[in-house]
């Protein structure tokens, strides 16, 4: 069973994406950790956001790899434990040019759609439910407004224990460029699928929206069985 959940950036994603897949046992795949990878792999070789070539050799000599320890997806390149690296602020500010890049996107699609082959997946991006997966049992798009993104993106910086000087307000200006630049590239912008189910976390706890989620999930999963 393949799960999609889409949405700009801080709507939840990550955080009820990996609750739902641990609630279910399916493999959680955190698609934009692999353009953070990415990214960090472009400032590491000291190489240009916008070096295609450039960024794509790094990642086939570094192998982009996502495993679970002890209940954790950690990001790997090569043997390094880099996903903690890939949060920083500096990332973030750079990882839209990176995955607008149309060699880049492709060769992390593949290796996406290989990963959801093989197993009953829940995973989280911009483009899952119109490029990844666009046949996924459950689509859904989660949106919530600027500000409460961003005051989430701070709260993660905390727990983190991220050092910023950005303010709330510059935070928040950070993630309606963002949108921007992730609605408007011409490679996989992010747009809701037709068939996905629209969820505004604005005001929702966590529990709230696994729940909504986890409900769609039991709809598509009785409809299954009633098929087969």
Do not use: C
């Not at 279910?24 to 000291?46: P, Q, V």
């Amino acid at each position: 069973m393949q799960v999609a959940i889409d949405g700009p950036a801080s709507a939840g994603k990550s955080t009820v994406a990996k609750i739902i897949a641990q609630k279910l046992n399916f493999t959680y795949i955190d698609t934009g950790a692999m353009y953070r990878a990415s990214t960090w792999l472009a400032r590491e070789h000291k190489l240009s956001y916008s070096d295609e070539k450039g960024i794509l050799a790094a990642i086939d000599k570094e192998k982009i790899e996502l495993k679970s320890e002890n209940g954790q997806q950690k990001v790997f390149a090569g043997d390094k434990d880099i996903s903690q690296d890939i949060r920083t602020p500096d990332i973030s500010a750079h990882v839209s040019q990176v995955s607008a890049l149309a060699d880049i996107r492709a060769k992390m699609v593949s290796l996406q759609r290989q990963m959801a082959g093989q197993m009953n997946v829940v995973m989280d991006g911009r483009d899952i439910g119109t490029t990844v997966l666009p046949a996924a049992d459950v689509k859904i798009f989660l949106v919530a407004s600027a500000h409460s993104r961003a005051q989430r993106r701070m709260l993660d910086f905390k727990e983190r224990g991220i050092k910023t000087n950005q303010s709330l307000e510059e935070i928040e200006q950070d993630i309606l460029e963002r949108d921007y630049k992730d609605s408007h590239r011409k490679i996989s912008p992010l747009k809701k699928a037709l068939d996905a189910i629209e969820i505004d976390t604005t005001s929702m706890t966590i529990d709230q929206v696994v729940n909504a989620i986890l409900s769609e999930i039991k709809k598509s999963q009785k409809n299954y069985k009633k098929r087969v």
